[in-house]
């Protein structure tokens, strides 16, 4: 099969990536392994995490798109409240991770609509589930793609001039030969102030399995995980009690920090203020991810309020996913971490009144689309990421080096993004790193690799390193990295030119440039400090 731009990877970054070139009038075909596309926002089931900026600037007009069309579902088929539909920022989670918390399975609709005309006119094609298993190279090209369907094991051998790597882990790179790192650069390499001495390649953060509850009467719980035992005694040595408990460090000042939990408590959802720059939301861990908040809707719509478990004792950090031998292992025992803290939830954890346990928690696998109540997709934080024609290191935009000058003003800005440097505990036994960031702009360099000349990273495996990947992970920046290599690739097919001559002839990446704000893709940030 053949087309003008094959995105592999069909989460929010390959999204974004198919709309732009369909956009500019390109044929595309993008695959995708999981039953879901969007990546993230739903196969993965976590809520949006966005800056305090996300309703005024600071994202593309295609991803404001993406969350107005969001909203404007929940408006058109659920049974709002008058007052929560006459709400012009509507949360329907009233979640406090983000000013738009939500079911991943409107998402899900949503994206499917913004791409519904483009199938219907075989513009593009959508091959699920399929996943990349090999590549063909030509000295400095990526000439074909193969992907199989998961289930069948039928092979598909794609071919395309442009190639864009859209999936969760960098899954193009080794099979194509393109240079790339993971994990810790060493601080001789970066100069970042959070870089350790030496290089540690097989460090990295910590991957979730996400999950929805609700909590119902009657008794809810399930079979005791086969390891229980032993999730129940865990103990990191930096968390200051087990893992499953309500004792986590802060991320921010790394101080053991007791969070509550309390299941729908009667609060107004209107009256959420969600701002990561104030906080970050997850004191009360029922409301910090919560996805529907029952106030919202005509009484007898919900029975209960449904949260969405994305919470610190989920995050797995016994061993690394990329590049290992016994990822499926480390994969399998992530899952088991999941249903240990669900069960736990259920049957141990300490209550307000002095008991202990909740077992009206309900797993609610309806909502995420699985069999097992958990999400589809392991929630990959870290990528593969490409060696690039520029690397984005933390003194480009960490507010302690920068200060009041603001994050680093590349000329080559294909977009914006915030977020700050939110590094979850790693496999080699690292606490957070959690660093105030400045709003920054995203270079075209770093889309570039440094040999290979028709592949783009359109995901989390962009040039920055392992710590500067703690800002350019989340949703909106995902998106308008995927955003911008789709858009590059249709303009070089439209010129005739290679990416890297588009980054570095002048009159090039000005008609680039011209092309992605027409696009509403917004190349600088006003005048804010970060936080």
Request: glycine content about 8%; proline content about 7%.
């Amino acid at each position: 099969m053949h087309t003008d731009v094959l995105v592999i990877g069909g989460g929010l970054g390959g999204v974004a990536a198919a709309l732009a070139a369909l956009r500019a009038g390109r044929s595309v075909i993008m695959t995708e392994e999981f039953d879901w596309l969007g990546g993230q926002l739903t196969s993965q089931a976590v809520p949006p995490d966005e800056h305090t900026w996300v309703e005024q600037f600071g994202v593309t007009a295609s991803y404001r798109a993406l969350r107005d069309g969001i909203r404007d579902y929940y408006r058109r088929h659920y049974p709002l409240t008058e007052a929560s539909r006459a709400a012009a920022q509507l949360n329907p989670g009233a979640g406090y991770v983000s000013k738009l918390c939500h079911e991943p399975r409107v998402a899900l609709a949503v994206l499917e609509a913004m791409l519904a005309p483009y199938r219907a006119g075989r513009r593009l094609q959508v091959l699920q589930p399929y996943r990349p298993v090999a590549a063909d190279t030509d000295g400095d090209r990526v000439t074909a793609v193969t992907v199989q369907h998961r289930d069948t094991e039928e092979r598909l051998t794609l071919t395309a001039p442009y190639i864009l790597d859209a999936t969760e882990t960098g899954e193009l790179l080794p099979l194509t030969g393109t240079e790339y790192v993971t994990g810790f650069e060493a601080q001789s390499q970066t100069g970042e102030p959070s870089a350790p001495a030496e290089a540690q390649p097989l460090n990295m953060q910590a991957v979730s399995y996400c999950f929805a509850v609700d909590h119902v009467d009657g008794d809810q719980v399930g079979d005791k995980p086969a390891n229980y035992a032993f999730w129940r005694n865990y103990q990191p040595s930096f968390w200051g009690d087990r893992l499953l408990s309500w004792t986590a460090p802060n991320p921010r000042t790394l101080e053991s920090s007791r969070r509550t939990f309390t299941p729908n408590p009667d609060d107004d959802p209107l009256a959420v203020v969600a701002d990561q720059r104030r906080t970050g939301g997850d004191t009360n861990l029922w409301t910090f991810r919560r996805i529907a908040a029952r106030r919202h809707f005509v009484p007898g719509t919900y029975a209960s309020d449904i949260c969405l478990v994305n919470w610190p004792m989920i995050d797995y950090f016994e061993g690394p996913v990329i590049d290992v031998p016994d990822a499926a292992k480390h994969l399998a025992a992530a899952r088991e971490l999941s249903q240990s803290v669900l069960y736990w939830l259920q049957t141990e954890a300490p209550r307000p009144d002095g008991g202990t346990g909740f077992p009206g928690l309900r797993l609610r696998g309806d909502l995420v689309g699985s069999a097992d109540g958990l999400a589809q997709a392991p929630y990959i934080r870290e990528s593969r990421r490409i060696k690039a024609e520029y690397t984005i290191v933390e003194q480009d935009l960490s507010v302690a080096v920068r200060g009041e000058h603001g994050a680093v003003e590349y000329d080559d800005s294909v977009g914006v993004g915030m977020y700050r440097i939110d590094l979850h505990p790693s496999t080699g036994g690292d606490n957070y790193i959690d660093v105030a960031s400045s709003p920054f702009r995203i270079p075209l360099g770093a889309l570039l690799p440094e040999r290979v000349e028709n592949l783009l990273p359109a995901n989390k495996n962009l040039g920055t390193t392992h710590i500067t990947n703690g800002c350019y992970r989340l949703h909106p920046v995902e998106w308008n990295i995927g955003e911008a290599a789709g858009a590059l690739a249709a303009y070089c097919l439209d010129r005739g030119v290679a990416p890297r001559a588009v980054r570095n002839t002048p009159a090039l990446l000005a008609g680039f440039q011209d092309r992605l704000v027409a696009q509403g893709i917004e190349l600088a940030w006003p005048a804010v400090a970060g936080y």
